[in-house]
């Protein structure tokens, strides 16, 4: 069981790192996910995703604050944005299509700016 839980959250953790670079994919939920499976998994991977330099602070004042940095949100919905409002003009001759873009942008924006922010 533990190599599994290590496998899904090693998983997680690749899915939380491509998350920093597309911006659909969310990174924050993806490395708490890795590391709730690496805590019950393997302790020693736990800690040493805790003390990285970049991914480490993500997991601590997500766990920590129930927050996320104001940076970090102003960033996030910006790119989401970006994206989706050039991905809804590319689709625009498929409106419905246009329509979902639009929709899941407020979405991910409503979930972003629901939790607090991290002074």
């Known amino acids: 069981m533990k190599i599994v839980l290590i496998v899904l959250g090693s998983i997680a953790l690749v899915l939380g790192v491509l998350g920093i670079f597309m911006p659909l994919l969310p990174t924050t939920p993806f490395l708490l996910l890795a590391a709730a499976l690496y805590f019950r998994g393997s302790p020693r991977l736990y800690e040493w995703l805790l003390n990285q330099k970049r991914l480490g602070p993500y997991i601590r004042n997500f766990r920590e604050h129930k927050a996320i940095p104001l ?6 919905v910006t790119m989401v944005w970006l994206t989706l409002l050039y991905c809804a003009y590319i689709t625009h001759e498929r409106l419905w299509l246009s329509i979902m873009m639009i929709v899941t942008a407020t979405g991910i924006t409503w979930h972003i700016l629901s939790y607090k922010t991290l002074r």
Do not use: A, G, T, W
């Open 71 to 76: 940076r970090v949100k102003i960033i996030s």
